[in-house]
Structures are given as C-alpha cells and as structure tokens.
C-alpha cells in the first residue's frame, strides 16, 4: 500500500522561508516522476515543481529561483525548499508519484 505523507507547512511571513517533506512508503521515489502541486482556495490544483527517477528536475516559472525540489532516495522522502516566500504562495501543498497523492500541508504566507 503506498503512502505519502506531507510536512512542513505552517504560517510565515513574507520572505521567509520553509521546507516541505513527503515520505514514501510502498513506493519508490528513484522509479518515478515525482512532484509537488499546489492548491489555493477557489484555485485549480497546479504543478509547482517536480523532479523524474532519474532526477531531471523542473519548475514553474512563478517558483523558478526561489523554490528547490530534492529528494533522499535512502530515506525515500522528497524536499520542497521555499525561499522568499510571497503572499500568493500561500495554498495546501500536496506530492503526488504514479497516481497517489497526499493529505496535503498547509503554507500561509502572511504578516
């Protein structure tokens, strides 16, 4: 049974910064595109970077810069690193790896 398990979200200020974890279980991360989405209220749910098996990584043009994705294949747990976080980033941030998604972690940017 696969399980992704997002952290890491929470309230900061504009600027600051974040950094999200997905662990996996049931699956592995180093076999499959692997990526973080995003989903603000009234808002359809959108890709914000993801990173392949064999590590290609790639970003969104909104994030591009100021977010960085990895991942630790001995831990199975992939990182969304946010940087200078703005007021739109705020949404629930979910991973998704071969049709499974996860409960999701909520980031609030605000002052």
């Known amino acids: 049974q696969v399980q992704l398990v997002e952290s890491g979200g929470g309230l900061v200020q504009p600027g600051g910064s974040l950094r999200l974890s997905c662990a996996a279980s049931?699956?592995?991360?180093?076999?499959?595109?692997m990526g973080w989405y995003r989903q603000a209220p009234g808002k359809q749910r959108e890709l914000v970077a993801s990173i392949s098996g064999p590590g290609t990584v790639y970003y969104t043009e909104f994030v591009r810069g100021r977010f960085t994705i990895s991942r630790d294949d001995a831990k199975n747990t992939a990182y969304l690193q946010m940087n200078s976080l703005e007021r739109e980033d705020t949404a629930g941030y979910y991973c998704f790896v071969y049709r499974h998604w996860g409960q999701g972690t909520k980031v609030t940017v605000s002052s």
């Open positions: 049931g699956i592995s991360f180093s076999r499959y595109f």
